[in-house]
Every structure is written in C-alpha cells, then in structure tokens.
C-alpha cells in the first residue's frame, strides 16, 4: 500500500515545499538537502513498517505471534511440536535396572529418554519405551539408528531399536497454519458436515491434512483419511490421537473410521542429457528434492498427479539440459490418486 512512498519521493516533496523564488540551492549536497534527508529517510522506513504492520493483520500475510492473534480469534492455537517414540532393546547383566530417563542416542546425536524404568531379564535383555528429548520431526529415525549410549549405564553393553521411532512433528509452520485458519473460516462447520470432520482431525498435532469421505459404509458412517505434517500417511500414533479427539467431538450416533492415506508411490525413469560437472547421482539428487515439493504441494488437493507437470520438473532440475524417455510409474499418462491416498516420491531411475 505505501510502497511507492520511498526515500527518492519523499525528497522530491519535501524539496518542492520550498518557494521556487527563494533562491536556495537544493541541489544534493546542499544545506537544504542535507538538512532534509534524514528526516526522509526516517519517513521512508516508517512507510515500511506501516505496510509491514498492515500485513500482519491480515491471515494471508501475517506470521510469527501475530498470526496467532489471528488465528485465536477464532479459537485455533498453532499446533505444538510433537516428540517421535518408539522402542529400544537393552542388553546387558541380567538384573540390571534401566531408569527412567535414561538416555540413549543415534550416531548423529538424536537423543531419546526411556519413558519408564525397566530391569534386565535373566538373558540380559529388556525392551524400553522411548521418546525423543527434543519434539520434532528430527526424532524420526529408521531401525537400527539408536545404538549410542552417551552416557554410560552400569550393567548395559548395548541398545539397539528394531523398529522406527514415529509420530514426531515440527511445531505447526506459519504456512499451515494460515492455511488451517482460512480453511475454517472460508467453510463453515456445522452439526457433523464435512469440514467439521477436517477441521477436528486438523486440529490434531502432527496431522498435516485429512480427506473426510461421507457414507462410505452405509449410513451414519464416516471415514476420515490422514496425512502428517510432511503430507507422507500418518503414523499410528498420529491417527490414534486424531480418532479419540475426532469421537470426542462428532455428533452422537455417527460411526467414525479414522485411518492414514495409503502411500502411492510416483516411480520416475528417463533418459537425461546432463550439464558438464554434473553427475547422475546429482541429477537425481537435485529432481527428487522437486518432485518431493511436487507431490506435497498435492497432497489432498487433486485426484491426479500430472505426466507434463513431472516432465516440466525435470526439464527445470539443475544439471539437466534435456530429456527423452519419460516414464511415470512405468507410463506415460497421468497418475490417478484415490482420495483415501497420498502420492509420495518413489524410485528415481535416470540414465
């Protein structure tokens, strides 16, 4: 709104205050400008701020605490970050207590706590529950990556997970959340329709979007379809919070099915003619980061995911000049994703 109010035009006027006829010099570096041009540019800046104070009142542009001003007028709250839990097995001298907190970690220094004491059997063994120390998407880990033990446990020789620890998430960002508190006030919720089923489910922490599919089995039954904050399928512990909030919420008498979106994988092949320096390791590098974006930026949003759009992704990847070839799961047609699934990026096979 005031961006055309800048330093260069604030001058002008002021400077055109001055009678033409008295004879000062305004030329700059003149008393006169010199004078008047730090006047000018605190006016200048305080234009900015103006424009940047009216952003932040406003749900499409605004951020930080100040969307969250906005968005608990309506009653939203941005969603916490969420630790990612899994299990661990300890191995040792039988008998020996493992407390509560005890720390073990991945080689990258991700750190989890038991969530409970444990004792060694008589082999030795003993599985723990744990929980990342630090909430967030960082705590999911594959198997076999909490095999640290920073400090030392008397009796423990070592820790290893058999399993992934899942269910972590970042703290709701400032895109999904303005996103979240347009959807909700741009669609009205009412006695149990459609966007009350979304608008429950979203208010969950680590759920990044959710389907709501009607009758599905029958009258009075619901489905409603789950993906994380990364737009992949939702963890279980994601969808068990989601379906005890959602029964805390939905109208009496309505069967409620909550579920996480099946994964579609988009596998991708071409042949590629490359850029000089660049490898094909690079290239494929460099596409699935985009195609990843691709696929998230869909997530929900359509039944299909596009053969042009992937081919025009390839085309604007960095060390790619051309390609021929295109192959999208194996075809050259468009994806169809039902909406009980999400497409995630599958293999990526470039020649």
């Given at each position: 709104?005031?961006e055309?109010?800048?330093f ?9 205050a ?21 006047a000018?540019?605190e006016?200048?800046?305080?234009y ?9 009142g ?5 951020s ?5 001003y ?6 939203l709250?941005?969603k916490?970050?969420?630790?990612a ?8 001298t039988?008998g020996t ?17 038991t969530?409970?004491?444990?004792i ?11 929980q990342?120390?630090?909430p ?5 880990v594959?198997?076999g ?7 030392g ?6 820790v ?11 703290q709701?960002?400032d ?26 489910a979203k ?6 979007d959710?389907?709501?599919i ?18 992949q ?10 379906s005890?909030?959602?029964d ?5 008498g ?8 099946t ?14 320096g ?5 290239v494929?590098?460099?596409f ?13 949003q ?20 051309d390609y021929s ?7 050259t ?7 009980d699934?999400?497409?995630?990026p ?6």
């Open positions: 709104m005031y055309d109010q800048t260069d035009a604030i001058m002008a006027r002021l400077l055109a001055i009678p033409p006829d008295s004879g000062l010099d305004t030329r700059e570096g003149s008393f006169i400008y010199d004078s008047l041009a730090p000018a540019l006016l200048a800046q305080a900015i701020e103006m424009d940047n104070a009216l952003n932040l406003f749900a499409q542009t605004s930080g605490r100040y969307l969250d906005r968005a608990g007028e309506f009653g709250t941005r916490a970050a969420v630790s839990t899994g299990q661990v097995a300890v191995t040792g039988p207590p493992v407390a509560a907190g005890a720390i073990f970690a991945t080689g990258a220094g991700v750190q989890f706590q969530t409970g004491q444990v060694l059997d008589q082999t030795g063994r003993a599985a723990a529950d744990v990342a120390v630090v967030g998407a960082s705590g999911n594959a198997a990556m909490i095999n640290q033990i920073p400090v446990i008397p009796g423990v020789n070592s290893a997970n058999a399993g992934a620890a899942t269910g972590g998430a970042d709701e960002s895109t999904d959340l303005s996103g979240r508190f347009l959807q909700h006030a741009q669609h009205p919720i009412s006695s149990g329709n459609i966007w009350d089923y979304v608008y429950w208010q969950v922490a680590g759920v990044g959710a389907n709501c009607p009758l599905w089995n029958g009258n009075g039954t619901v489905k409603v379809v789950l993906i994380d904050s990364d737009k399928p939702a963890s279980p512990e994601i969808v068990a919070d989601a005890a909030y959602i805390s919420e939905a109208p009496i309505a069967t409620v099915a909550v579920v996480s979106a994964g579609l994988a988009v596998n991708v092949a071409a042949a590629v003619t490359r850029a000089p660049y490898t094909i390791a690079q494929q590098t460099n699935l980061a985009k195609l990843t974006a691709y696929l998230q930026s869909m997530a929900f359509t039944n299909a995911i596009s053969y042009a759009q992937i081919g025009a992704l390839l085309l604007n990847t960095q060390g790619v000049l070839g295109l192959l999208v799961n194996g075809g047609a468009n994806i169809a994703v039902a909406n699934r999400v497409a995630t599958g293999t990526v096979t470039f020649s």
